[in-house]
């Protein structure tokens, strides 16, 4: 029962993930792709992503700093920081990081260093979130199919 | 054709992109050979024209270190190689695509890779 609640606990989590648009169906292919032989896969993905995208943001860190308005340099990295966000989902920090890139193609250096605050807020809120909705999938045992939000 | 003889080549730098890719490949019956950029695709393409027989697909990445997307598909063309070669990339403006048939791809599909791309690329080329 306790794993029933657990579970049940998940699945509210990741509804409101998506409800709240952090997520986006790529979130659940990626799920899709667990099977027998790969049954953490999802969670293997997204701390895969955490790991990528900490050195990502570190890097565009470094380059705003070491780099001043050199925006092809900034829009370059955080290109790359997007294409990580498209694997797993993370819809809201994609958004940010087009605003970035947007900033970048304007030459607005301070909408970039406006953008990436946020993009690193959001970052980190994402990233406590997948935690979280890992622990309770952890707490409750093997996974099972996966399952869209809504269809619960 | 057994979907688990198609030889595919996927060319990618990033580690989670290969990873997701490897996967939705595998669930479709594929295994693929993988290069981390540009100047490794072409190589191992070189590789098997000398023997081994082509392969029946390649996925491409754009941007990557050492050799991009384009040129190798540049390259790989040049050698008289007719592989289908479909970019895979994040980058999706009609410019992005532009270059990339300029190069000699024959098809573009923006990251990431799903199982519904991956039977479509397969179908699209008579290899499904």
Redesign the interface.
Known sequence: MEYANLRRQAASLKRSLFDQGYLDE?FC??E??QDEA?PN?AE??VS??FK?SARLVTNIEQAMEKYPKDFNRWD?HM??L???C??IGASKMNNECTSFRNSCGEENAEGCRRTFQKVKREHAILRQKLESYFQLLRQAGPARAATRPGSM | MDRRRIRVLLVEDEEIHRVLARAVLRAAGVEADEAENGAEAVRRVRERVGGGGAYDLILTDKQMPVMDGHEATRQIRAMGVTTPIVAVSSDSLPSDVQAFTAAGADDFTPKPLTKEKVGHILSKFGLA
Request: hydrophobic fraction near 40%.
């Open positions: 790529q292919q990626v899709d792709l790969s896969f293997e993905v895969l992503f990528d370059a290109q790359q997007r294409g990580s498209f694997s």
